[in-house]
């Protein structure tokens, strides 16, 4: 049986070149509501580069979750510009795939295989043996290839989390979009995700945008973090989070970390403005209270 990883690094092999795989300059994004055009955010700019495990944090209202929208192709920007490898978004694509909160989006009249085949075979990328192929491939490598089979109704939150990871990867995007993942897991299920997802990174490779409201999260989950201001969402600062980890948690070093990017974010006096960057320069990892 081929690999069906190995087309997929051929792909980046060609592409070693384009270390940037995104690109958000300057993006402002509004929604209307029955009132009035709200702001979610106001030029907000970051790049994301080949595996990078990126967070959007901020506090609800700050517009993380617009802009992941507006990545996937969603919501169209009233100000700036988003680029994937140097081309414009103008709409949703195979390139970037999307993880939501909620994991009763799985069909349960198809199995868990089916459900991982199904956006292969609608968006016809490849073929249905490829397809299957693919499938089997990632349920192994999230561990779930023994309920190949299983229906959704059968299996937990955490499983269900993992199908939705593993029908994402097949499709094998330039950018996996995560928006909350884990939110509506239990607390053990979620911190189990968290390590899962580090581990299955750790295997795959792939580049990353996700979301979060949660400091503790952001650090552990990501290598850089994007910090954004309440409502309307602004960039305060960047951290550079990859020292950190679930064995991270309970350390000095870590809740020193925590405590700044609080500050970072709710205390004026001590945020930054980088919006006359591209890429905001990163505040060390190690932070320290000040």
């Known amino acids: 049986m081929n690999n069906p990883m190995q ?21 402002s994004l509004e929604y209307r509501t029955a009132q009035r055009v709200v702001r979610a955010t106001h030029e907000v700019s970051f790049e994301i580069d080949r595996a990078d495990r990126f967070v959007l944090l901020g506090p609800s209202g700050c517009g993380k979750s617009t802009l992941l929208k507006a990545v996937a192709g969603f919501i169209e920007p009233v100000g700036g510009r988003i680029l994937l490898d140097g081309q414009a978004v103008r709409g949703p694509g195979p390139d970037r795939i999307v993880v939501f909160q909620e994991f ?17 075979l609608a968006s016809r990328t490849v073929g249905r043996r490829e397809a299957e192929q693919r499938a089997l491939h990632y349920l192994d490598k999230v561990g ?6 299983a229906y959704p109704h059968t299996l937990s939150g955490g499983m269900k989390a993992r199908v939705a990871i593993a029908r994402a990867l097949a499709m094998q995007p ?12 239990d607390a053990l299920t979620r911190r189990k995700m968290q390590q899962e997802l580090i581990d299955l990174w750790d295997d795959v490779r792939f580049t990353v945008l996700f979301v979060t409201h949660s400091i503790e999260e952001a650090l552990v989950v990501g290598n850089r973090i994007l910090l954004l ?17 679930l064995h991270s948690l309970g350390g000095a070093t870590f809740q020193q970390a925590a405590q700044r990017i609080h500050r970072l974010l709710f205390d004026e006096t001590d945020a930054v403005h980088p919006q006359a960057q591209a890429r905001p320069r990163p505040v060390p990892s190690q932070a320290r209270a000040s």
């Open 7 to 27: 087309g997929y690094a051929a792909r980046l092999h060609d592409r070693a070149a384009f270390d940037t795989v995104l690109e958000v300059d300057r993006v």
């Open 104 to 120: 009763d989006q799985l069909p349960p009249w198809k199995t868990v295989r089916q459900n991982v085949m199904f956006p292969l």
């Open 144 to 149: 779930l290839a023994a309920f190949a089979d």
């Open 174 to 185: 330039r950018i996996l979009l995560m928006d909350e993942p884990f939110a509506a897991l």
């Open 229 to 245: 201001s309440p409502h309307p969402g602004r960039v305060r600062a960047e951290i550079d989070s990859h020292a950190f980890g």
